[in-house]
């Protein structure tokens, strides 16, 4: 984790029950969707945006909150039997250079 001011870097790991493979990359949006829902509601925000993004080679899942004056930008690396979850907090005034310098620079 590495924070500046209201910045925020965090990569959390959690283990999967089952093994992760790209067949299920459609299915499992239905499930981060609702996820990023309730944690949009937690931060008393909305859910701004979401996208496919590359990380660590793998095609991932990735959702931006609107919470106040930030934006939260939550990636979700799905790889075998470990998902990787991203995440990067920004002021919404400021671009997202640092946020797609981490998925760049991410290797699981």
């Known amino acids: 984790m590495a924070s500046h001011d209201s910045e925020l870097l965090q990569v959390s790991i959690f283990p999967l029950i089952h ?16 996820r990023m829902q309730t944690v949009a509601k937690a931060a008393a925000g909305t859910v701004s945006g979401s996208r496919v993004v590359t990380a660590a080679g793998v095609r991932s899942h990735s959702y931006d909150v609107a919470a ?3 934006v939260l930008e939550y990636t979700f690396v799905l790889r075998d039997k470990r ?14 250079s640092t946020c797609r ?8």
């Open 19 to 34: 093994p992760y493979t790209d067949s299920l990359f459609a299915k499992v949006k239905t499930e981060l969707d609702a």
């Open 68 to 70: 106040g004056k930030d």
């Open 83 to 96: 998902e990787f979850e991203l995440l990067c907090r920004r002021p919404s005034s400021k671009g997202d």
């Open 101 to 108: 310098e981490l998925l760049k620079s991410f290797s699981a």
